[in-house]
């Protein structure tokens, strides 16, 4: 019988994030889509949107996607840079901000 893993995910720890972007604040700079664009692209509407694990935009108001481990830093830097204020990163368990604007 032959194992097989499904790569990439990222998300299988217990502190797993996700992050999703308020499209009505984005300034369309594109900061994040340089820091990370596996998970940030700007849309034909000049704004930026998270993208699934098979690259699709998601642009329904408030989509989350899950934060792959080793983008967490670029995720976090983009969230920090952000003229817009408007990435937020939280927790999936507890839906807890712990980066963006709204993080304590
Ligand atoms: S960095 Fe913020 S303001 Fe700039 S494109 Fe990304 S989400 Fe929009």
Redesign the pocket.
């Known amino acids: 019988m032959t194992v097989q893993q499904e790569a990439g995910s990222g998300t299988d720890t217990s502190e797993a994030l996700e992050v999703w972007?308020d499209q009505d604040l984005?300034?369309?700079?594109?900061?994040?889509?340089q820091y990370a664009p596996e998970v940030?692209e700007?849309d034909i509407d000049g704004?930026?949107y998270v993208k699934d694990a098979d690259d699709e935009l998601l642009q329904q108001p408030g989509a989350s996607t899950p934060v792959p481990l080793p983008l967490l830093t670029d995720v976090v830097a983009?969230a920090k840079?952000?003229?817009?204020d408007?990435?937020h990163v939280r927790r999936v368990s507890d839906s807890v901000e712990v980066y963006g604007p709204d993080a304590e």
């Open positions: 972007i984005c300034t369309g700079d594109g900061i994040c889509a940030f700007l704004l930026a983009s840079e952000c003229p817009g408007c990435i």
